[in-house]
């Protein structure tokens, strides 16, 4: 059963509550920690995009049309919609002989306001590349196209692009694939259900490859590279992602995902960790997330410092006043962590 992992206070009394599960798996599928229900069937949503792109790099696609890390990043992406992201989802897409029209993910206004701000000052409107799905929609078009598949038709479940995206899934998480379940995203392609031991299983082999075939660890390596080279890219400009990676200078993987999904892999160890918020409020995913690196020892004094501000965000009112603030209020629970 889910526990409560966060609270809400306004002054010092509780106001409201998140519960949720957390489970910290090692390489080996081991559980290191738990919090609530470890087992609960979780819909990964955005969390596995880093997955999703391992075809891209194994089939040979993102050589054949160049990509380079940022290209790589974005296709890891849930992105602001902010320049810095259209622009390099434009640059593959130029390179496929394609344009915005051919990404089936939809529209939606740039998450940055100052983005959109801007976007609607210039007389423009949203299109596809704004869409915070659209750089793995753009690596899937490649995909497809190396693939000599029907570009048009990629976001379906049985195409074969999305076979091959099954197929990483099954190998990371060790759910044969016959098992999986799934589901559509919010951006039409399928999202896979998993227990939440399985999907932090996943990060922690995302995180040391080493038991990995040889083509998919040389492909979750130039991943994993190009995320936390290039954290802006995945995320965005004072984004959790984002600073997250950037703070700690290498050593953690952070990928968010729809509904208070959140997954972290601490590189080289080999350690994954996942979370789910059960009313699904992205607002606990990031102190759960922040305060399960700092209990796990992952963080420095002053990268604790610097991310203090995810994990004891401040509440305030319409008149800019701190009123309260977020509290991340669990224990992680079981087997001692190795030694970080």
Same mark, same amino acid.
């Given at each position: 059963m889910a526990e409560t992992i966060v609270v809400a206070k306004r002054g010092e009394h509780i106001e409201s509550r998140h519960t949720g599960s957390i489970a910290v798996v090692d390489e080996k599928g081991n559980l290191l920690y738990g919090v609530g229900d470890v087992q609960r069937l979780t819909f990964s949503r955005s969390s596995l995009k880093p997955v999703q792109a391992i075809p891209l790099i194994q089939s040979g696609a993102a050589e054949r049309y160049l990509f380079n890390e940022k290209e790589i990043a974005v296709c890891c992406a849930s992105h602001n919609g902010e320049e810095q992201? /259209?622009?390099?989802?434009?640059?593959?897409?130029?390179? +496929?002989?394609?344009?915005?029209?051919? +990404?089936?993910?939809g529209t939606?206004?740039?998450?940055?306001?100052?983005?959109?701000? &801007?976007?609607? $000052?210039?007389?423009?409107?949203? /299109?596809? +590349?704004?869409?915070?799905c659209s750089g793995k929609h753009a690596g899937m078009l490649a995909l497809a196209l190396h693939l000599q598949s029907d570009a048009a038709l990629y976001h379906?479940? #049985?195409?074969?692009?999305?076979? $091959?995206? %099954?197929?990483?899934?099954?190998?990371?998480?060790?759910?044969a694939a016959e098992e999986l379940e799934t589901a559509i995203d919010g951006c039409g392609v399928p999202t896979f259900a998993l227990p939440? #031991? $399985?999907?932090?299983y996943l990060y922690a082999r995302l995180s040391n490859p080493a038991s990995l075939g040889h083509s998919t660890r040389q492909a979750v390596k130039r991943i /994993?590279?190009?995320?936390?080279r290039y954290p802006e890219m995945v995320s965005g400009t004072n984004e959790f992602c984002t600073d997250v990676m950037r703070t700690c200078g290498g050593k953690v993987l952070a990928k968010g995902g729809a509904e208070g999904v959140y997954c972290l892999g601490l590189l080289d160890r080999g350690i994954g960790i996942a979370i789910k918020v059960e009313d699904g409020a992205p607002r606990a995913s990031y102190p759960a %997330? &922040?305060? &399960?690196?700092?209990?796990?020892?992952v963080l420095t004094p002053q990268e604790e410092e610097m991310l203090s501000a995810y994990r004891l965000p401040k509440i305030t009112n319409r008149r800019g006043e701190t009123v309260g603030r977020l509290e991340p209020v669990f224990q992680l629970k079981g087997v001692k962590c190795p030694e970080m």
């Open positions: 992201h /259209t622009q390099v989802v434009e640059s593959i897409l130029f390179r +496929l002989g394609l344009g915005a029209e051919h +990404l089936q993910c939606h206004p740039p998450y940055s306001h100052e983005s959109y701000a &801007a976007l609607l $000052k210039r007389g423009g409107e949203p /299109t596809p +590349l704004h869409n915070n379906h479940a #049985d195409h074969p692009v999305q076979r $091959k995206v %099954a197929e990483a899934v099954s190998e990371l998480s060790g759910v939440l #031991d $399985k999907l932090a /994993t590279q190009a995320m936390v %997330a &922040a305060e &399960a690196l700092r209990q796990l020892g």
